[in-house]
């Protein structure tokens, strides 16, 4: 699938001032160290781009959560350090993202050199999408590329705000790439075509479950969302995750997808523990032999078994959603197991971001995908077939 939107390949570079909108919201420890620099690592490729050109190249991203004012635990100078490394060459770090001391370092550039602005989110105005602040930022630069897939489903001021003032504008290679694996795969899929969902509630994958029931030819449902199709079949589950006002829908959607011929798994055997807590006792069991009072917190390996199968032949893969509680060891082994499985299919496979991307790293197969996502919400969005404020923003390519 091509993207419509007009494309860092498409715009000229070369001695122009050049704002690119990264997502460097990476995950930091107590010691404000990078625990994972996948995100940083997938815009390379744009920004390498823009300093072979001859850009004055200008970042900019959010981290974390600092509700509109400066918070040293989230300050992204520990990204500008790792970014200095990546790139091999000097980045510098502006202490704020607009303002007189930016304009001074920005108006100091020379081709080739890379400025890193501070969190975005240090101003209240980031998340409002204020003018004011949209305008200050778009100040700062002639070219606008966003390639922060994982911001592209927000609707603030560097996603949607700059691109008003800045006459040039377009996607860098991560966020073409996100948008042609994740609309590609499910517009026009080479079949067979499985879909693979789990995490804890079906509220909060209802529309991708609506969008992808129409276009799959098998689904497989894991992880806590399991239990209310299973509870919505009329069986027992226990002290499990159900959320009872989806029951009625689980059910619709099961019919639903029998009637159109789609085949649909679910779980034949589950891991139950007397508790949530750590270390609390273990079973396995069918899942129409939860004990009362018990959680069921993983696939077993009947499951496993039956949801390996259910792929083994499928040309693409499109997988969403953990099988368990995989963050615990006790309950990540059907989790572990699907990734392998998904990993040894001959197919196209597609990961999409948050936990889902976590867990195939933790299981050591995340070389074996075809492609991760970078962002959880975004890609959530995607494939319930919504547009994203972000690729709305951007200008169509001329044909």
Same mark, same amino acid.
């Given at each position: 699938?091509?993207?419509?939107?007009?494309?860092?390949?498409?715009?000229?570079?070369?001695?122009?001032?050049?704002?690119?909108?990264?997502?460097?919201?990476?995950?930091?420890?107590?010691?404000?160290?990078?625990?994972?620099?996948?995100?940083?690592?997938?815009?390379?490729?744009?920004?390498?781009? /823009?300093?072979?050109? +001859? *850009? @004055? !190249?200008?970042?900019?991203?959010?981290?974390?959560?600092?509700? #509109? %004012?400066?918070?040293? &635990?989230?300050?992204?100078?520990?990204?500008?350090?790792?970014?200095?490394?990546?790139?091999?060459?000097?980045?510098?770090?502006?202490?704020?993202?607009?303002?007189?001391?930016?304009?001074?370092?920005?108006?100091?550039?020379?081709?080739?050199?890379?400025?890193?602005?501070?969190?975005?989110?240090?101003?209240?105005?980031?998340?409002?999408?204020?003018?004011?602040?949209?305008?200050?930022?778009?100040?700062?630069?002639?070219?606008?590329?966003?390639?922060?897939?994982?911001?592209?489903?927000?609707?603030?001021?560097?996603?949607?705000?700059?691109?008003?003032?800045?006459?040039?504008?377009?996607?860098?290679?991560?966020?073409?790439?996100?948008?042609?694996?994740?609309?590609?795969?499910?517009?026009?899929?080479?079949?067979?075509?499985? /879909?693979?969902?789990? +995490? *804890? @509630? !079906?509220?909060?994958?209802?529309?991708?479950?609506?969008?992808? #029931? %129409?276009?799959?030819? &098998?689904?497989?449902?894991?992880?806590?969302?399991?239990?209310?199709?299973?509870?919505?079949?009329?069986?027992?589950?226990?002290?499990?995750?159900?959320?009872?006002?989806?029951?009625?829908?689980?059910?619709?959607?099961?019919?639903?997808?029998?009637?159109?011929?789609?085949?649909?798994?679910?779980?034949?055997?589950?891991?139950?523990?007397?508790?949530?807590?750590?270390?609390?006792?273990?079973?396995?069991?069918?899942?129409?032999?939860?004990?009362?009072?018990?959680?069921?917190?993983?696939?077993?390996?009947?499951?496993?078994?039956?949801?390996?199968?259910?792929?083994?032949?499928?040309?693409?893969?499109?997988?969403?959603?953990?099988?368990?509680?995989?963050?615990?060891?006790?309950?990540?082994?059907?989790?572990?197991?699907?990734?392998?499985?998904?990993?040894? *299919?001959?197919?196209?496979?597609?990961?999409?971001?948050?936990?889902?991307?976590?867990?195939?790293?933790?299981?050591?197969?995340?070389?074996?995908?075809?492609?991760?996502?970078?962002?959880?919400?975004?890609?959530?969005?995607?494939?319930?077939?919504?547009?994203?404020?972000?690729?709305?923003?951007?200008?169509?390519?001329?044909?």
């Amino acid at each position: 699938m091509n993207l419509r939107k007009q494309t860092i390949q498409d715009v000229d570079l070369r001695d122009k001032r050049v704002i690119i909108r990264a997502d460097f919201n990476v995950p930091l420890d107590d010691a404000l160290q990078i625990t994972d620099d996948t995100r940083i690592r997938s815009t390379l490729p744009t920004i390498n781009r /823009a300093v072979d050109e +001859g *850009a @004055k !190249v200008i970042l900019c991203s959010h981290l974390g959560r600092p509700k #509109g %004012k400066p918070d040293p &635990k989230l300050s992204l100078a520990p990204i500008a350090k790792r970014l200095q490394r990546l790139l091999g060459k000097e980045v510098t770090f502006a202490p704020d993202c607009i303002g007189t001391a930016v304009e001074g370092l920005v108006a100091r550039m020379k081709p080739g050199d890379v400025l890193l602005l501070e969190n975005l989110r240090f101003h209240p105005g980031e998340e409002k999408n204020d003018e004011a602040f949209s305008r200050a930022l778009a100040s700062l630069g002639d070219v606008y590329i966003n390639d922060a897939f994982g911001a592209a489903h927000r609707a603030h001021a560097s996603i949607v705000g700059i691109p008003k003032f800045i006459k040039v504008a377009a996607a860098g290679y991560l966020l073409k790439k996100e948008i042609e694996y994740l609309v590609g795969a499910v517009a026009d899929p080479v079949r067979p075509f499985v /879909a693979i969902l789990g +995490g *804890a @509630k !079906v509220s909060g994958k209802i529309e991708v479950i609506e969008n992808l #029931g %129409k276009r799959v030819d &098998k689904v497989i449902i894991g992880g806590g969302m399991a239990f209310t199709f299973i509870k919505a079949m009329g069986q027992e589950i226990g002290n499990s995750l159900v959320e009872d006002n989806m029951l009625e829908f689980a059910r619709g959607i099961h019919e639903h997808a029998l009637s159109r011929g789609v085949k649909f798994y679910l779980p034949v055997d589950c891991v139950v523990a007397h508790s949530r807590e750590p270390g609390a006792e273990t079973k396995l069991v069918p899942v129409q032999e939860i004990p009362k009072g018990w959680y069921g917190l993983d696939i077993g390996p009947a499951s496993v078994k039956l949801f390996s199968e259910a792929v083994q032949n499928a040309k693409t893969i499109l997988w969403n959603g953990p099988m368990g509680v995989f963050e615990m060891d006790a309950f990540a082994r059907g989790t572990f197991a699907m990734a392998h499985a998904v990993a040894n *299919a001959y197919a196209l496979t597609i990961v999409g971001g948050g936990d889902t991307a976590l867990a195939v790293h933790r299981a050591g197969e995340s070389e074996s995908m075809t492609f991760i996502s970078t962002g959880g919400g975004a890609a959530l969005e995607l494939l319930e077939g919504k547009q994203l404020p972000g690729l709305v923003a951007l200008p169509d390519r001329e044909v």
